[in-house]
C-alpha cells in the first residue's frame, strides 16, 4: 500500500539550503587544503579594481609581502594577464586563523579598449600594485562641435 505524503516546501527549501551549505563549505575547506599542501597545479585569482578615466585604464590589486620583481605583468592586445606567488605558510605552527593567500595566483582581464601598451606604467606603494594603461588616442572620447547652417 501506497502512502501519501504532505508535500511541506519550507522544509524541502531548508533541506535544499542546508545541502548547498554542505557543498560550498567542503569545497572551501578542500579547496584552503590543496592551497596549504601545495598540492593543486591550479592559481587562486587575484583580486582586482579596475577603473576607467577619458584617458586610462587602472587596475590596482593588493600584493603585500611581494617586490616588483615578484610580479609578471603582460599586455598582449586587449589581454592583461598579472601573475605572481605570495610566499607559503610558516612551518612547525599552529594556526589560530588562516585567512591570508599564499600561493600562485593569475588574473586574466579583458580590457575591450584600443591602448597604448608602450606607456603602461606599473607601481608598488604600500603593497599596492597600481598598473595604469593609457587608452590609445582612437579609444578616447571626442568632444563633436554642433555647427549650424
Request: no cysteine; hydrophobic share 40%; net charge negative.
Amino acid at each position: 500500500m501506497m502512502a501519501l505524503a504532505h508535500w511541506n516546501p519550507i522544509r524541502d527549501a531548508a533541506s535544499l539550503r542546508e545541502a548547498m551549505d554542505r557543498l560550498f563549505e567542503e569545497q572551501r575547506f578542500r579547496s584552503t587544503l590543496d592551497w596549504e599542501r601545495d598540492q593543486s597545479p591550479r592559481a587562486w585569482r587575484l583580486p582586482v579594481d579596475v577603473y576607467s578615466t577619458p584617458e586610462e585604464i587602472v587596475i590596482q590589486a593588493a600584493v603585500a609581502g611581494l617586490k616588483p620583481e615578484d610580479v609578471e605583468i603582460t599586455l598582449e592586445g586587449d589581454t592583461l594577464t598579472i601573475r605572481g606567488q605570495l610566499p607559503h605558510n610558516l612551518e612547525n605552527v599552529d594556526y589560530y586563523f588562516h585567512e591570508l593567500p599564499t600561493g600562485r595566483f593569475v588574473r586574466v582581464l579583458s580590457l575591450n579598449v584600443a591602448t597604448d601598451a608602450d606607456r603602461a606604467e606599473a607601481r608598488f606603494e604600500d603593497g599596492l600594485l597600481t598598473l595604469t594603461i593609457p587608452k590609445a588616442a582612437a579609444a578616447r572620447p571626442r568632444q563633436i562641435q554642433v555647427r549650424t547652417g
